[in-house]
Structures are given as C-alpha cells and as structure tokens.
C-alpha cells in the first residue's frame, strides 16, 4: 500500500513485462472539533496513521471494500458520493485493523486493549500503574511506553479521559450534583476533578451542565 501525501513530488519506474496495477483513491483529510457551538477545521496538515509504504498481509478484505469503492465511483448511481464516502472510512479502517493485526507488537496491544477494559469496568475506583501492569504482566515502565505508542494518551490521561467521557453523561442526566458526579467516579476531591474536567473538555462541569441541560 502507498500512502501519498499532499505536496510531495513523486516516482515511480514500472516494468514493462509485469506492469504495474492498482486501485487509488483521492481525498481530503482534516482534523474537525467541535467548540462553543461552532465546527472548527485545523488548518494544520496532518496525516493518517499509516506509513507510506506499507506491506499488507492476508488483504482479501482491504481489497474487497477497495474495490467497491471504485466500482461505486465509477458507477455514478445515485448517493454515489455519500456511499463512497461511507465506503472511504470503512476502508481506512479495515487497514488499520490489517496492520494492528499483523504488527509485531500485536500481543502488546492485546495487552492495551486488556488494560482499557479494566479501566471501563473500574471507572469508579482509583487505578494504580502497577496494578494494571500486574494484570497483564508487563513492567510498568513497559507498559506506560506502550500504552502510550498505542493510544496517544498516558495511562493516567487515558483513564481520566474516560472519566470525563462517564461524567458527562452523568451530568446531562441532571439528576446528580457535580459533587455527587465526582464522588461516582471516584474522585475524592471535587476541585480536583473540576480541573481534570476543564483541563480535557475546556470548560468546567458547572458550565457544561449550564451549556447542555438548561441551553445557557
């Protein structure tokens, strides 16, 4: 699989006996947010997780949602641009699946996801580092490093992340006081939580339930 990114120049030498051939597809890629009831697109150029050359294994299913997506484009039928673009994002994601499962460190990230498990059913208790390195016997320095190749996040940030995810809904129930929410899920002290709340979601539980339950 070649990845080709934008303004970058290009070659390629293709042998005349066993020419070369392949499906391709064009597209834009941007990272969108969502703030203050507004739609943000990050000027920056970014790039998806792929390397950009990249040797898939055991491909049938790529190659499959591959070339439906081509046969779509081509076919122009009606919603052809909606299904492609449906198609599109399933096919991005049947190659990360691909390379996951045939990487390496696939039994590591067996282990990552073992570790986001726990952390879901445990999401009102307090989680120590060596007890999820325990869990899946793996040091805790290994483990941090990991954790963090795999999800972007530290542990700590990953765990508080779905902490926060938990308490909004929780929130917007309307039927538990932030104190309440906090002590839910595991926070001692509910200043403690506010910030770890603001610091991830850019505004403070009070204003979230202000902005969400009574539309302020």
């Known amino acids: 699989m070649l990845y080709l990114c934008p303004n970058i120049p290009y070659s390629i ?3 005349s006996v066993e020419p070369i051939c392949f499906f391709s597809v064009h ?3 941007a990272t969108v947010g969502f ?3 507004k739609w943000d697109i990050s000027e920056e150029v970014d790039t998806l997780p792929f390397d950009f050359v990249q ?10 949602v591959f070339k439906k997506l081509v046969d779509n484009w081509m076919s122009k039928l009606p919603n052809y641009e909606f299904i492609a673009k449906t198609l599109f ?4 994601f049947e190659i990360f699946q691909n390379i996951k499962n045939n990487n390496n460190n696939y039994s590591a990230s067996l282990k990552v996801d073992k570790v986001i498990e726990y952390m879901s059913q445990n999401i009102d208790n307090k989680i120590t580092l060596t007890e999820l390195s325990e869990l899946v016997c793996l040091s805790p320095a290994y483990l941090s490093r990991v954790f963090k190749e795999t999800t972007g996040y530290s542990v700590i940030e990953f765990f508080n992340k779905i902490k926060v995810d938990k308490a909004k809904g929780l929130i917007i129930d309307g039927d538990k006081k932030i104190k309440e929410v906090a002590k839910t899920l595991g926070f001692t002290d509910e200043f403690y939580f506010s910030r770890i709340f603001k610091k991830i979601e850019g505004i403070s539980p009070l204003e979230f339930y202000h902005k969400n339950v009574h539309g302020e």
């Open 55 to 64: 040797n898939l294994k055991d491909y049938y299913v790529v190659n499959n």
């Open 27 to 29: 597209f834009s890629y």
């Open 89 to 92: 994002q399933e096919l991005v």
């Open 35 to 37: 703030d203050n009831d």
């Open 13 to 15: 030498e293709i042998d």
